[in-house]
């Protein structure tokens, strides 16, 4: 929330001068999605589930720490417009948590990031009491399933190399667990890249490990472009489902609309 290539609602983002900010054209293609996130494929995908999570994992608002022209200059207008699209969604869940991100994004320390948190209410960190955590752990007991959220991984500006990062934060909890004896998580959740990756170790066990990064809600901004000319950001959003003593990860991805080619 705050890029002009991200979020904005149909009324637009109030302003500290009290001017709106209206969505561009780019903006209400991506409000389409998001609208059509919630009141279809949530509610398709997790039909009948017994217990509904909602994890957010890191990078909230866009922040003013970066020297950019295409963002909304006031952090508290961010906020306020993240806040607002946001209550009506978590009150259908049971819980919610948020993930820190990056600092450039949330201010030192991810202070943007807690804040919100404490906004929204979000089911607190123990012990510290903190309402935004750098690390989130959460176990199934019932069906025997822990999943593992953090918001970096490792970035590559080749697509030949997307699958390199996923595959270290696999082979790192691997080495982890066999260290100290610990437990697994059977699914590690990244993002911070803004493309969608899926990568699976088989293993011996009851189930496979696997390491998938989220997709994101930004289009292609000029902090983009450096990185890459031609790839496009993936918009969307996954599920893990959980169920019987077996999980299953589905993804919901919206193709990004390209550049208009000019004819000569």
């Not at 006031?74 to 906020?79: A, G, P, R």
């Amino acid at each position: 929330m705050g890029s002009y290539m991200g979020l904005c609602p149909p009324d637009g983002i109030r302003l500290d001068n009290g001017a709106m900010m209206t969505p561009n054209k780019y903006q209400r293609f991506l409000w389409e999605c998001w609208q059509d996130l919630w009141e279809n494929w949530v509610p398709k995908t997790c039909k009948g589930a017994k217990k509904k999570i909602l994890v957010h994992n890191g990078d909230a608002i866009q922040g003013t720490e970066l020297r950019q022209v295409d963002a909304v200059p006031s952090e508290q207008s961010q906020k306020a417009a993240f806040v607002e699209i946001m209550k009506p969604i978590i009150k259908k869940f049971d819980d919610f948590y948020m993930v820190r991100g990056t600092e450039a994004h949330g201010r030192t320390g991810e202070q943007s990031t807690e804040e919100l948190a404490q906004a929204l209410k979000t089911t607190p960190e123990e012990p510290t009491g903190n309402h935004s955590r750098s690390e989130l752990w959460l176990e199934d007991k019932e069906n025997d399933v822990i999943t593992n959220y953090s918001h970096h991984i490792g970035f590559t500006n080749s697509a030949a190399y997307e699958s390199s990062a996923p595959m270290r934060e696999l082979i790192s909890a691997e080495i982890e667990a066999a260290q100290w004896g610990a437990r697994l998580p059977q699914v590690i959740v990244r993002s911070h890249r803004h493309r969608y990756t899926k990568v699976v170790i088989p293993t011996n066990r009851k189930s496979d490990i696997t390491c998938v990064i989220t997709p994101s809600w930004q289009l292609k901004t000029v902090w983009s472009y450096k990185a890459d000319r031609l790839r496009m950001p993936h918009i969307g959003a996954i599920a893990i489902i959980t169920e019987n003593g077996e999980w299953e990860i589905k993804r919901k991805l919206y193709m990004t609309p390209r550049p208009m080619t000019v004819e000569i």
